[in-house]
């Protein structure tokens, strides 16, 4: 019997770009289903609803964007947004479960003409999520996980080390594969608050039948 021939470099290469090319089909289904969700529960009846809302809408938009930048070869750019996604994911669950009355006070106030300065955008990214771990534990575990993973993509926003070694060499496949996959996940977390937010009973078990539906472009832990 003949031994089979080990796997070269480029089979290994050809499988990552062919797995890449399926999450991404996967995920660009999955953002079809997220959108249907956000239009389904959008709810603009109070405004912690309306900015977590906001947020939502923000967090989705650059889902969409870092994958068709991928899809289209530009991946620098579509790494940088990681941070973008992350942080809009974060700040819309915190504002549904923790901000506090006076902070959507002062963030909903009206900006004078000619002012450019931002309102009080709340508590630093990691405080944001222990406050969240009080009331939805598991989400902030996830969250400080993949905090550590964003902190690396920091770079790409700043000009640092990592854009430079990326504009020089590329990066590889599999590890795009990585990146849609943390997306998705944030992108599943995030339907969660959609559905909290929305106050409506009949969205209750969106979460779990997107994740059934769309567990092969998850994470494998996930799946």
Not at 13 to 22: G, H, I, K, S
Not at 98 to 124: I, R, Y
Request: charged content about 20%; proline content about 6%; some cysteine.
């Amino acid at each position: 019997m003949q031994a089979e021939s080990p796997s070269s470099p480029q089979d290994s290469a050809d499988n990552d770009d062919e797995e890449l090319r399926r999450v991404l089909a996967a995920s660009e289904a999955f953002d079809d289903d997220l959108l249907a969700l956000l239009r389904a529960g959008w709810n603009t009846s109070s405004r912690r609803s309306t900015i977590c809302l906001a947020f939502c809408r923000s967090a989705i938009e650059h889902a969409i964007a870092q994958r068709v930048l991928i899809e289209a070869g530009l991946t620098g750019t579509a790494l940088s947004l990681i941070r973008l996604q992350f942080e809009a994911v974060v700040r819309a669950a915190w504002v549904l479960h923790a901000a506090k009355e006076d902070w959507l006070d002062k963030f909903s106030a009206p900006v004078p003409d000619g002012e450019l300065s931002e309102p009080l955008m709340g508590p630093p990214i990691p405080a944001m999520i222990d406050a969240i771990g009080a009331v939805a534990g598991p989400a902030a575990t996830e969250l400080k996980r993949l905090h550590g993973t964003v902190k690396v993509m920091h770079s790409f926003v700043h000009g640092g080390v990592h854009l430079v070694v990326h504009a020089l060499r590329g990066y590889p496949a599999g590890k795009l594969t990585s990146v849609l996959q943390n997306r998705n996940l944030l992108s599943l977390m995030l339907a969660n608050v959609i559905v909290i937010v929305s106050q409506d009973p009949g969205l209750r078990g969106s979460v779990g039948r997107l994740s059934g539906l769309h567990a092969a472009c998850m994470p494998p832990l996930q799946r």
